[in-house]
Nanobody, 120 residues
Framework: QVQLVESGGGLVQAGGSLRLSCAAS????????MGWYRQAPGKQRELVAS???????NYEDSVKGRFTIARDNAKNTVWLQMNSLKPEDTAVYYC??????????????WGQGTQVTVSS
């Protein structure tokens, strides 16, 4: 099995910054796309940013220019640098990882979630 452990969430004031990290471990043969989703109370979980193994990125429109996603393939780790945070960014952030096991099976798994709260 593949496990994802997230860290870096917390409480910040508007305009502040946080860096989220997510480390994958377990039966990893090859990770493909990794990303970050968020879910605010009463809302659907939405994609914030994603990055392929080749480094191609995709961002939700409201975070473009403020958030940056990056990964270290050798360490099976993905980060989300969040700058100029706004109260509307408040949500539980979930790491997402997809890949292929040593048995050749594809998988998708979620991290446990980390709370990001931005105060005004």
């Amino acid at each position: 099995q593949v496990q994802l452990v997230e860290s870096g969430g917390g409480l910040v004031q508007a305009g502040g910054s946080l860096r989220l990290s997510c480390a994958a471990s377990g039966s990893i043969a090859r990770l493909t796309t990794m990303g970050w989703y968020r879910q605010a109370p009463g809302k659907q979980r939405e994609l914030v940013a994603s990055i392929t193994v080749g480094g191609s990125t995709n961002y939700e429109d409201s975070v473009k220019g403020r958030f940056t996603i990056a990964r270290d393939n050798a360490k099976n780790t993905v980060w989300l640098q969040m700058n100029s945070l706004k109260p509307e960014d408040t949500a539980v952030y979930y790491c997402d990882a997809r890949g292929v096991t040593y048995y050749g099976s594809t998988y998708q798994t979620w991290g446990q979630g980390t709370q990001v709260t931005v105060s005004s």
